[in-house]
């Protein structure tokens, strides 16, 4: 399945919704894409919405964490949103929703 992506200004948050699976697949086009839009975006948040994630691999975390630490040298906060159960059970295994700001709905970013 291929990965597709939506990205819209929400106030003063830069939204990118996610639609497919993030692993090793897709894990270097989904890092490129968020990349680009942390690079190209003035605001100072950027949300990314996972409710259409349905699976997740390492190397999509790794992709994630790498996105996080970009994030944070551009001085932006950078939050997971509407995590499903399996994916967000990944997250608790790993640890890294400690990591993370993770949040229910991207209105809640």
Do not use: W
């Not at 894990?27 to 994630?53: C, W, Y």
Request: glycine share 4%; aromatic share 8%.
């Amino acid at each position: 399945m291929a990965v597709k992506f939506d990205k819209k200004e929400l106030g003063d948050k830069l939204v990118v919704t996610i639609h497919g699976e993030i692993d090793a697949y897709h894990s270097a086009e989904v890092k490129k894409f968020i990349k680009d839009s942390i690079n190209e975006t003035k605001l100072s948040k950027i949300v990314l919405d996972m409710s259409e994630v349905n699976y997740i691999d390492s190397a999509g975390l790794g992709s994630l964490v790498a996105l996080y630490k970009d994030a944070r040298m551009a001085e932006k906060e950078f939050v997971l949103a509407g995590l499903k159960q399996t994916v967000m059970r990944i997250f608790e295994m790993t640890r890294l929703d400690r990591v993370f700001k993770i949040v229910q709905t991207v209105e809640e970013a």
